[in-house]
């Protein structure tokens, strides 16, 4: 029996790609708010919060060994079923240690559903269409993110609905798309199988390396920026969706066509313009004092997430197509390894001075740029970087 068009691996990512946000962003939304205004966070309580919502994607190398039990496909759709009931738990336990158990919860269904859903759209696509699609995935997260919070915009200002109920709503929609996804779609096979061993190779240290200062990066925004509006400038959990909405309009708009500039570009001129831009982005995170200047870096600082897809086509493009379902995991841990360490850490110096925080941010960047210039201009299996060359010939963990 021939299958309907649309049953495909890409309208299969793409539903994939429609039901994470609903959960993850109605409680990133949310979060910065629940926890001053319900639990009475401070720096510490939230960096520490962070740090144990990281741990689950420090071990996300575990993800070769759960594939010895079930198929990637399935894996996925159970780790966003968890996903989802992580976040329908959380406003029902507005207390320290019960964030932290909710947001261990949903942490791993999150960590687990984004190494398995890049090891799966990197098998299904072609190196040629990764770029474009990768893109046109980022651009359908972001307009589901848009309605999302737009949605928590109405029902917070004008039904005034409760925390719990927000973060209930969002978390069940998404069990409901993972039970949607499993029952609708069969099995797509990978065009190589996958080793089903943990796979690190000398070969991929530079990709590595970049992951790693990701990793220490990105946790610097998600954390303490937003951090940054709530207890520096008053912010409400309102005016920080109304920010949201902004960043996920841009992305809506132009996160294909990032893709396909990837695809034209290459990947380290890409990679030259994010880190750039956020060496400029961080440094002015701080000195700033004005909540309208904050508001605009907070935008702009998210309008060079769409350049992560380089990182990805990097990878593709010089990996072993078997490495791929392994390689995902293991990049997953090597980024959190700074992701677990940095909120805490730097939940400790926020309280003496959130300036250091984001100049630390500066100083992940410039490492970033740096590592940037050694991509090469063709990536490929045995041109993995222009300096330090390692032989095709090796052995793996």
């Given at each position: 029996?021939?299958?309907?068009?649309?049953?495909?691996?890409?309208?299969?990512?793409?539903?994939?790609?429609?039901?994470?946000?609903?959960?993850?962003?109605?409680?990133?939304?949310?979060?910065?708010?629940?926890?001053?205004?319900?639990?009475?966070?401070?720096?510490?309580?939230?960096?520490?919060?962070?740090?144990?919502?990281?741990?689950?994607?420090?071990?996300?190398?575990?993800?070769?060994?759960?594939?010895?039990?079930?198929?990637?496909?399935?894996?996925?759709?159970?780790?966003?079923?968890?996903?989802?009931?992580?976040?329908?738990?959380?406003?029902?336990?507005?207390?320290?240690?019960?964030?932290?158990?909710?947001?261990?919860?949903?942490?791993?269904?999150?960590?687990?559903?984004?190494?398995?859903?890049?090891?799966?759209?990197?098998?299904?696509?072609?190196?040629?269409?990764?770029?474009?699609?990768?893109?046109?995935?980022?651009?359908?997260?972001?307009?589901?993110?848009?309605?999302?919070?737009?949605?928590?915009?109405?029902?917070?200002?004008?039904?005034?609905?409760?925390?719990?109920?927000?973060?209930?709503?969002?978390?069940?929609?998404?069990?409901?798309?993972?039970?949607?996804?499993?029952?609708?779609?069969?099995?797509?096979?990978g065009k190589t199988e996958q080793h089903s061993h943990i796979v690190l190779r000398k070969r991929?240290?530079?990709?590595?390396?970049?992951?790693?200062?990701?990793?220490?990066?990105?946790?610097?925004?998600?954390?303490?920026?937003?951090?940054?509006?709530?207890?520096?400038?008053?912010?409400?959990?309102?005016?920080?969706?109304?920010?949201?909405?902004?960043?996920?309009?841009?992305?809506?708009?132009?996160?294909?066509?990032?893709?396909?500039?990837?695809?034209?570009?290459?990947?380290?001129?890409?990679?030259?313009?994010?880190?750039?831009?956020?060496?400029?982005?961080?440094?002015?995170?701080?000195?700033?004092?004005?909540?309208?200047?904050?508001?605009?870096?907070?935008?702009?600082?998210?309008?060079?997430?769409?350049?992560?897809?380089?990182?990805?086509?990097?990878?593709?493009?010089?990996?072993?197509?078997?490495?791929?379902?392994?390689?995902?995991?293991?990049?997953?841990?090597?980024?959190?390894?700074?992701?677990?360490?940095?909120?805490?850490?730097?939940?400790?110096?926020?309280?003496?001075?959130?300036?250091?925080?984001?100049?630390?941010?500066?100083?992940?960047?410039?490492?970033?740029?740096?590592?940037?210039?050694?991509?090469?201009?063709?990536?490929?299996?045995?041109?993995?970087?222009?300096?330090?060359?390692?032989?095709?010939?090796?052995?793996?963990?």
């Amino acid at each position: 029996m021939v299958e309907p068009r649309w049953r495909s691996p890409v309208t299969l990512l793409i539903l994939m790609s429609v039901a994470m946000p609903i959960a993850f962003n109605t409680w990133n939304a949310l979060l910065n708010n629940f926890v001053v205004e319900r639990a009475a966070f401070t720096g510490l309580e939230i960096g520490v919060l962070q740090s144990l919502r990281e741990v689950p994607g420090f071990v996300a190398f575990t993800t070769v060994f759960i594939l010895l039990l079930i198929r990637e496909q399935t894996f996925a759709v159970f780790s966003l079923a968890l996903l989802g009931a992580g976040v329908a738990a959380t406003g029902f336990f507005p207390s320290v240690y019960g964030l932290y158990f909710t947001t261990v919860i949903m942490s791993f269904g999150f960590h687990y559903f984004e190494a398995v859903k890049q090891s799966l759209s990197l098998q299904w696509l072609s190196k040629e269409e990764a770029p474009r699609v990768l893109g046109k995935l980022v651009s359908v997260a972001a307009v589901t993110s848009l309605v999302v919070y737009g949605m928590l915009w109405v029902f917070l200002e004008i039904f005034e609905i409760d925390y719990l109920w927000n973060f209930f709503i969002g978390g069940a929609v998404c069990i409901l798309l993972a039970v949607v996804v499993w029952l609708g779609f069969p099995h797509f096979p990978g065009k190589t199988e996958q080793h089903s061993h943990i796979v690190l190779r000398k070969r991929y240290w530079l990709y590595y390396a970049l992951i790693f200062f990701s990793g220490a990066r990105r946790q610097i925004f998600m954390v303490f920026a937003a951090f940054l509006m709530v207890e520096k400038f008053g912010y409400s959990a309102a005016q920080l969706t109304l920010l949201f909405l902004i960043n996920y309009a841009f992305n809506w708009l132009f996160a294909e066509k990032i893709g396909v500039l990837i695809g034209r570009i290459g990947e380290r001129a890409a990679l030259t313009i994010e880190y750039a831009g956020l060496i400029v982005i961080f440094s002015a995170y701080a000195f700033v004092n004005d909540p309208y200047i904050a508001a605009g870096l907070y935008v702009v600082d998210h309008m060079f997430f769409a350049l992560y897809i380089a990182m990805s086509t990097y990878f593709q493009k010089i990996a072993d197509p078997a490495d791929l379902a392994s390689s995902a995991g293991v990049s997953f841990t090597i980024n959190h390894i700074a992701a677990v360490i940095v909120p805490a850490a730097l939940g400790l110096v926020w309280v003496s001075s959130s300036m250091a925080v984001f100049l630390i941010g500066t100083a992940f960047a410039v490492c970033s740029l740096l590592l940037a210039q050694n991509v090469p201009n063709r990536p490929a299996p045995g041109n993995e970087v222009r300096l330090g060359k390692i032989s095709l010939v090796e052995n793996s963990i």
